[in-house]
Structure formats: C-alpha cells, structure tokens
C-alpha cells in the first residue's frame, strides 16, 4: 500500500520550462491537493480537488495548473517556470473533510 | 484574519529533557487542529487530530492538547528519533459550506543524546 506517490522527486528547470508533476493515490479518497512549502512558511494550498471532475484554487494559484485525471491521479502542471517556483511540492489526499491528509514524499524543484 | 502561529520556531533539548510545543490559532468555525511529524526530505505524517476545547490524545511519548485559542504538543522524555520538525494546521469552515486548511510553519525539534 504506497498511499500517495510523486514523480519526480527532483527536477531542476530552466526559466521558461514547463513540466508536469504527477501524483497518484491508491487510497480511494475523493479529495486531493497540491501544496508548496518555502522556508519559515507553512504549507501553502495551490490547488486542490474534492472530488473528480472538480478543481479549485487554493492561496497561491497564480502560475499553475491542474487535471484530475480520474479519481487516482491529480497533477499540477507549471506552464512557464519562474524561480519564485522554487520549490518543495507535496500532493496530499484525503477522505472525509474534517480527517487528517496523507501526504507524498514531495517533489524538490528548481527553477535556475 | 485566519492564522496559525507556531512557538518556538526551533528546540533543542537533551535526551530525556521534556518539553512543550505551541500552535496558537485563529479561524472562524474550528472543525479540526491537526499535528504532523515532518522528518528531512519527506512529507508530513499525520499525528493526531483534535476537534474541541478539553480534548487529549497521547501516543508514546508525544501528549497533544487543545483550547479555545491554542494547543500543546508535550515531548516527554525525548530521544534524538523524536528530532523532526512538528507541524500544526487547523481546519475551520466557511460560512459557504467550505473547508480550508491553514498550516503554521512548523517548530524544528533537535534532541541530543
């Protein structure tokens, strides 16, 4: 049971570059999210899904896309990379609204 | 404004010397506090939730408790595999219907041997 997995665990961009980081769960909770983490900062909700076929922004959307492929896979896509995208990016699932979110090992970006 | 404030933003403490961390809150209509253990190079890993005033709940060596304005993560007799960073987040609703969670930015705990 791998509970929320993302790939790359690290990429390193140019400015300009897109790509896409992928997330899938194996836990079949309706809700999941994209956070980015900076330091001396909490999490930061990018972009999340309650469930599939929905997506909304979240605080810090600007720069950002999403698809909920389908129930398993949610990914954020960056279009054109800047280097205020350097990052620390988690996807997180979860069931219930009021439960806790399971979270991936995270993806280390950096824009250069 | 909704926010989380954590204290103090890093600890460091002997093997077996206990302590407290704090998560002093602000949200409207608090559905949930939820603490996270954070070690390097991963994502968090849930601890515990709280969901009202007066409510405990303790897991080895770690104690979380919750009031009206804040909540306490008591260590009690630390090892150095208890060294991580401790994050709390708090859940509140929106008069819409909607949740949002809001994450402080985390207390980084050291315990020498």
């Known amino acids: 049971n791998a509970g929320v997995t993302q790939t790359p665990k690290f990429q390193v961009l140019k400015t300009g570059q897109s790509m896409t980081l992928q997330c899938a769960q194996d836990?079949?909770?309706?809700?999941m999210y994209w956070y980015r983490q900076d330091p001396g900062m909490g999490l930061r909700l990018i972009y999340y899904?309650?469930?599939?076929?929905?997506?909304d922004k979240g605080e810090v959307p600007n720069g950002y896309n999403v698809s909920r492929l389908n129930k398993r896979e949610f990914s954020l896509r960056l279009e054109s990379a800047a280097p205020s995208q350097t990052s620390v990016y988690f996807c997180a699932a979860r069931g219930a609204q009021w439960t806790e979110a399971f979270f991936g090992q995270g993806t280390r970006l950096t824009v250069v | 404004e909704d926010q989380v404030t954590q204290s103090p933003e890093a600890l460091r403490l002997q093997e077996g010397e206990s302590s407290s961390l704090n998560c002093s809150y602000t949200v409207s209509g608090l559905r949930g506090l939820f603490w996270y253990r954070q070690d390097p190079g991963k994502g968090p890993e849930f601890l515990f939730t709280l969901y009202s005033a007066g409510e405990e709940k303790e897991k080895e060596r770690l104690k979380a408790t919750l009031t009206k304005k804040e909540s306490f993560l008591h260590i009690t007799a630390p090892k150095p595999e208890d060294s991580a960073t401790y994050l709390c987040?708090?859940?509140?609703?929106?008069?819409?219907?909607?949740?949002?969670?809001?994450f402080g930015a985390g207390t980084r705990l050291f315990v020498k041997a």
């Open positions: 899904s309650a469930s599939e076929g929905t997506t």
């Open positions: 836990m079949n909770h309706n809700s």
């Open positions: 987040a708090v859940q509140g609703r929106y008069n819409t219907g909607g949740f949002k969670t809001i």
